[in-house]
């Protein structure tokens, strides 16, 4: 998987490596594999657990799905510090239409400068230029005005509204080729 460039951003893919020394808590590895200072929070067991919606076992079974477009948003300005990250919830294929779902997330205190609409977009470009994607999806709460835009900006349309079991209310978002 390439990387990609944004005016401010590299879009760094993540391997089965990286994943794993997160998940095993090893910071420095992390940081070297990546080639970035990381925020002093991140990266943490929760958030991995939360983003990848897998345990490391599933993503072993298969990374290349299971990781597939997965990228670290990294700046290009100044020193190389890890902002934050753009996954897909697994590869789309004819198991699934061609269709897959986006999800992102800037460290706190870089949130507010557009590093997610910057890497979302081009995350979601690449994808859309991928053979077989035909759809990208997202979802954000009503209230998180934020992540409506980043969707907005990116170019997906409202779609719909579900109901999520631990969420409650979600609107549905899409990006087709």
């Known amino acids: 998987m390439p990387v990609l460039f944004t005016p401010r951003l590299e879009l760094v893919p993540i391997t ?71 996954i897909f919830h697994g590869r789309p294929d004819a198991t699934n239409d061609g269709v897959t779902d986006v999800g992102y997330g800037v460290e706190d205190s870089m949130q507010g400068q557009g590093y997610a609409t910057e890497g979302t977009r081009a995350q979601v470009d690449w994808a859309l230029s991928q053979p077989g994607v035909k759809k990208i999806c997202a979802t954000t709460p009503p209230w998180h005005t934020a992540s409506i835009r980043v969707l907005e900006k990116s170019g997906f349309h409202r779609v719909g509204l579900e109901e999520h079991p631990f969420l409650g209310e979600i609107l549905c978002f899409a990006r087709e080729r």
Do not use: C, H, Q, Y
């Not at 095993?24 to 983003?51: F, H, K, S």
């Open 16 to 86: 089965l490596p990286f994943v794993e020394a997160v998940m095993l808590d090893r910071r420095a590895d992390v940081e070297r594999m990546a080639g970035a200072v990381l925020p002093r929070n991140w990266p943490g067991r929760t958030l991995i657990e939360r983003a990848f919606s897998a345990s490391l076992d599933d993503i072993r079974a298969d990374p290349d799905k299971r990781l597939w477009g997965d990228r670290l948003m990294i700046t290009r300005e100044g020193e190389r510090r890890l902002v934050g990250s753009v």
